[in-house]
């Protein structure tokens, strides 16, 4: 059995803040392809009944509740969930500051904020590469 090394730094809740308000969810091409796959709908389509455009890109819609259109207990649209989704908290802001880690702890209770920077940065760059 492999060692866990992400658990060191972050371990998720499950508890859903990241699926609701700050920022937005912006989607590729290829999301939007699979998304639409996925709900059975065709690309323009999804882009016209569940997303928003700002700064001329699409995002996904949010509820009135401000979590996303997609969140219900759970992610409704898990195996395809957009890359953004899919790559969080591991991202490249942290990479060119470990400051950024702390911000995203504010929100996220999945991160861990009393670890080294070395490590935070050892193990954001290996999840990177995979
Ligand atoms: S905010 Fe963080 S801990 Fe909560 S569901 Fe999202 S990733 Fe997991
Ligand atoms: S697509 Fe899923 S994981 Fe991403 S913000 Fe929406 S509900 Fe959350």
Do not use: R
């Amino acid at each position: 059995m492999t060692y866990d090394f992400e658990k060191e730094i972050f371990e998720c809740t499950q508890c859903g803040k990241c699926c609701q308000g700050y920022g937005g969810t912006y989607v590729t091409k290829k999301d939007i392809q699979n998304i639409a796959e996925y709900i059975k709908t065709d690309p323009s389509s999804f882009v016209e009944n569940y997303c928003e455009i700002s700064g001329g890109k699409p995002l996904l819609a949010q509820q009135e509740n401000g979590y996303c259109i997609f969140w219900d207990i759970h992610c409704l649209i898990h195996p395809v969930k957009p890359k953004m989704c899919k790559a969080w908290p591991f991202i490249n802001s942290v990479l060119c500051d470990t400051n950024n880690w702390k911000i995203m702890g504010s929100v996220c209770p999945g991160i861990k904020t009393d670890v080294k920077d070395d490590l935070i940065i050892k193990i954001i760059k290996k999840k990177i590469i995979e």
